[in-house]
């Protein structure tokens, strides 16, 4: 019976990387695959109720405890930053990390790694000479990533350099030095979990790269209709608004209170998703055509709204394009703003930025030297912009008519099981 380990990247505050391994797991699960787990974090017990063994990595360093309120939007361009953001800040910590990641392999005795966005998934796999699989959006493929692929990158934003930190450990292996932090999602098999018009490939990729549309997850508490979702009117438009799980300053106070004032007062419905990051009693009460809960089953109510409000997070990205429903995206960092600009590109969508505020340098030093991301500190959105987005959105049929397209787009691909099918034919 073969045997999958995954490698998602965990420390950030979303989901994505997670729910697409964990999508591609239950497909290998239902094929007789052992499939089991390495990550740590708020994500892990969720990969454990699925039933998956999970082995929590002893890193030598504690990942960064984000204290107080982050920027609205946050600026970066290349995966050099998240390198930084997960603390991988000298070469003795990936070498430890790369220790431990074969101290596991050697116990669990796996037939394939798969990765997603995880950098040492394949230093780990040339070194236990295992075929390593990479799930791997078009804006970071080693072949040529371009993440703010929609502008230049702005003046004073300067790029963390990792070669100071990986190379002696690559080095020290025997194995090929990298250019740029992207070169570390090289493997034998990149698989991009969206079609190509959202996620178009460059020239330079080659054969080992497909496209298997959307890796998501698709379970009966997820499409289950809450009772309250019955009572919604059929004959008025549903608004549904959520930020996710890693959103900031986006879901602020002062954000709750433009959407509330943005709803107020229309024929729509509106049903806000606070998040865990507030309690809808902590907000004080909406408007009488609003609904705020801390937690809905996101398929469910995405499939019934007219209008989706979102931070531009992957999953919920695929849930919408799979309903066909139009968007409104509010990023609040660069990366899911280059979503919802491949979403406006093709007429599905339109970005509202949460920000106007001019950006701000934030220097800052490792083992590679200086970086400098920039910000926009405070969430300025208004209820007018936002309500002059929705009522676009609701009103020019051309959103709604592109969105189902790219659904139509979507069914092409096999998703997890087009994905698992890839997977077997690498091993034997």
Not at 219 to 224: D, G, H, I, L, Y
Not at 265 to 282: L, N
């Amino acid at each position: 019976m073969p045997t999958a380990l995954f490698f998602p990247r965990y420390l950030g505050g979303g989901f994505g990387h997670v729910s697409r391994c964990l999508a591609l797991a239950e497909e290998l699960k239902k094929r007789n695959w052992h499939t089991s787990f390495s990550l740590a974090g708020a994500h892990a017990q969720k990969v454990l109720q699925a039933g998956h063994p999970v082995y929590q990595p002893r890193h030598p360093f504690r990942p960064k405890v984000e204290e107080g309120d982050s920027p609205a939007f946050t600026v970066f361009s290349d995966m050099g930053f998240q390198l930084v953001h997960d603390r991988f800040h000298s070469p003795r910590i990936v070498k430890a990390s790369v220790r431990e990641m074969r101290r596991l392999i050697k116990c669990v005795r796996p037939d394939v790694l798969i990765g997603d966005a995880w950098p040492l998934t394949n230093i780990a796999g040339q070194l236990a000479s295992l075929p390593v699989v990479q799930i791997v959006r078009s804006a970071i493929h080693p072949a040529a990533p371009k993440l703010m692929w929609w502008q230049d990158s702005p003046a004073g934003l300067v790029s963390p350099d990792p070669r100071p930190i990986f190379n002696p450990v690559l080095r020290r292996h025997g194995l090929p030095e990298i250019q740029r932090a992207e070169d570390l999602l090289n493997g034998d098999l990149l698989l991009v979990p969206s079609v190509p018009e959202l996620d178009p490939l460059p020239e330079e990729v080659n054969g080992n790269t497909h496209f298997v549309g959307a890796l998501t997850l698709n379970n009966a508490e997820s499409t289950k209709r809450p009772l309250w979702l019955y009572t919604l009117d059929p004959n008025r438009p549903v608004v549904y608004v959520t930020i996710g799980g890693g959103a900031s300053l986006v879901g602020s106070r002062r954000f709750f209170a433009a959407v509330d004032e943005a709803l107020d007062g229309t024929g729509w419905q509106g049903v806000i998703s606070t998040s865990a990051r507030f309690s809808p009693s902590e907000l004080g009460p909406p408007p009488p055509n609003v609904r705020l809960e801390a937690w809905v089953p996101g398929p469910a109510v995405i499939a019934c709204a007219d209008v989706l409000v979102f931070h531009g997070g992957y999953g919920t990205m695929m849930e919408t394009l799979r309903c066909g429903t139009p968007s409104i995206v509010l990023p609040f960092h660069t990366e899911q703003e280059a979503n919802g600009r491949r979403l406006e590109a093709s007429g599905a969508a339109q970005v509202l930025l949460p920000s106007q505020e001019p950006l701000q340098p934030v220097p800052g030093r490792w083992k590679g030297g200086r970086f400098v991301i920039l910000v926009r500190q405070c969430c300025d959105l208004t209820a007018a912009a936002l309500r002059k987005a929705i009522s676009e959105g609701l009103e020019n049929e051309s959103y709604r008519q592109n969105a189902h397209r790219l659904s139509q787009e979507l069914t092409r691909y096999g998703g997890p099981s087009q994905a698992a099918d890839l997977i077997e034919s690498l091993v034997p």
